[in-house]
């Protein structure tokens, strides 16, 4: 399985700030994918991304909002945007295995907003 | 767009016993389904998995049943162990070729199995 990584691991922010989450894998892969986990709940898909063209946002979530980038095969970033508490969760990201079905994630980024 | 229930949400057990998680889906679509582990703290990670055209697959202390005719799948643990409790999550997911061939999964709520020594 690819290796990812995130940054930052953790932060507590302001509310009406911003904050940019990176994430990078070790190997190319297509798509990558956003994920939001709140405090004790599920996974809930934020958006998919692909390098070289926009990315692909699911109900609930606009681009206003959460801005993403993909610049290569191998990186991409999830900014949080004019943040409020109920932004409080943990971020992930997640890319397609080798045969194209499973996911692997990030190790996450806990977000507090203050 | 597909739903995905998992029950129950909290499982207690004594250690050696087994462990049973069902998860129900509504898209008659959908044609891989995972089941992922996450630890507290950590991520989730890929425990095992079934295509919809296979009824049942074996890892170790760990199964996976699917019927397609009623929409179901379940997870099941013999032998657990201390280091089986974690959130267990099922998900459902369809091939879109809107997105390139990736799967796109949707995660049912997740089961905190704790297991007692």
């Known amino acids: 399985s690819a290796v990812i990584s995130q940054k930052p691991s953790r932060d507590i922010c302001q509310r009406g700030t911003s904050l940019t989450i990176q994430c990078q894998v070790d190997s190319q892969v297509t798509m990558m994918f956003w994920y939001r986990q709140q405090p004790g709940q599920s996974l809930t898909l934020i958006a998919t991304?692909?390098?070289?063209?926009?990315?692909?946002?699911e109900s609930g979530f606009v681009i206003d909002k959460f801005p993403i980038s993909r610049p290569n095969l191998t990186f991409s970033t999830l900014t949080v945007s004019n943040m409020s508490p109920e932004d409080s969760s943990i971020y992930l990201c997640?890319?397609?295995?080798?045969?194209?079905?499973?996911?692997?994630f990030g190790p996450g980024t806990r977000l507090t907003v203050t | 767009g597909e739903n995905v229930e998992q029950h129950p949400s909290t499982l207690s057990v004594q250690e050696g016993d087994s462990a049973v998680i069902k998860c129900t889906y509504s898209?008659?679509?959908?044609?891989?389904f995972p089941w992922y582990k996450q630890e507290l703290g950590k991520r989730p990670q890929l425990i095992i998995d079934i295509r919809s055209n296979v009824g049942e697959k074996k890892d170790q202390r760990i199964a996976v049943t699917l019927n397609k005719t009623a929409k179901h799948f379940s997870l099941h643990i013999t032998e657990t162990q201390p280091e089986d409790s974690a959130v267990y999550f099922c998900a459902a997911s369809i091939n879109t070729s809107g997105s390139g061939g990736s799967y796109i999964p949707t995660f049912g709520r997740g089961t905190s199995l704790i297991v007692h020594p």
């Open positions: 898209d008659s679509a959908s044609n891989y």
């Open positions: 997640s890319v397609p295995g080798t045969g194209g079905a499973e996911q692997y």
């Open positions: 991304a692909n390098q070289g063209s926009e990315a692909t946002y």
